[in-house]
């Protein structure tokens, strides 16, 4: 079992949807990343955050650390948010990156 | 604009050759990683420096060496490349315990 797991693996929705992406985890952490990668791009980090909730723009980002669960929503969803979101755990034992394998999100028009 | 320079983008290998891919970034980071990416899978970690001077191994090492030639400059080789190293590769620096910044990534191909 992985140690980190995303759910959906694929995501189609209509302009104008609220998004919902689901991160669970079964390892110690500090904290937990929100990554974006858009097609033969980069990766941008979006949040990172140790409890509760992060809000920057349409998205917003929460953690439950007893429940280890992590959730990214997008509000007002728009093709350009049309990317892979991976979440990432910091390891608490040696901060090290443990990567889930990432959200294929589709918005379309 | 400061951030994780690679180099090269894109290159294809025949079997057997070795080519070594370059990371360096102006940050004044202590850590830098290599990761690479295959489809349907998280990132997996190959090689880290702590700081420089050291390098560890990290999930998959097989197949790779690492340089970390100051603290800007964390390389990567491969000496015989093989076609289950076709992969993208990044590398990352790390500011602190959260603050990583990711290179644009390197797509290679071996045939």
């Known amino acids: 079992k992985n140690e980190v797991e995303q759910s959906p693996q694929n995501l189609t929705a209509q302009e104008g949807e609220f998004i919902t992406i689901n991160c669970s985890y079964s390892?110690?952490?500090?904290?937990l990343h929100w990554l974006q990668q858009h097609p033969g791009g980069g990766i941008v980090s979006l949040f990172m955050l140790s409890s509760g909730k992060k809000k920057h723009g349409r998205l917003i980002a929460t953690i439950n650390i007893q429940e280890k669960h992590s959730s990214l929503h997008i509000t007002a969803s728009h093709p350009r948010d049309s990317a892979v979101y991976i979440c990432?755990?910091?390891?608490?034992?040696?901060?090290?990156?443990?990567w889930g394998a990432g959200t294929k999100l589709i918005i379309k028009p | 604009n400061a951030g994780v320079t690679q180099t090269p983008k894109f290159q294809v290998l025949k079997t057997g050759q070795s080519m070594t891919l370059q990371c360096a970034q102006d940050m004044n980071h202590n850590s830098m990683y290599w990761y690479r990416q295959d489809p349907g899978m998280g990132l997996r970690l190959i090689y880290y420096?702590?700081?420089?001077?050291?390098?560890d191994k990290g999930e998959v090492p097989n197949g790779y060496n690492v340089s970390r030639l100051n603290k800007r400059e964390f390389s990567l080789r491969l000496e015989s490349a093989a076609p289950s190293q076709t992969s993208v590769y990044f590398c990352a620096s790390r500011r602190g315990l959260f603050g990583y910044t990711f290179g644009s990534g390197t797509r290679l191909t071996v045939v």
């Open positions: 990432a755990v910091l390891m608490d034992s040696n901060y090290q990156l443990i």
């Open positions: 390892v110690g952490i500090s904290a």
């Open positions: 420096s702590a700081s420089e001077g050291t390098t």
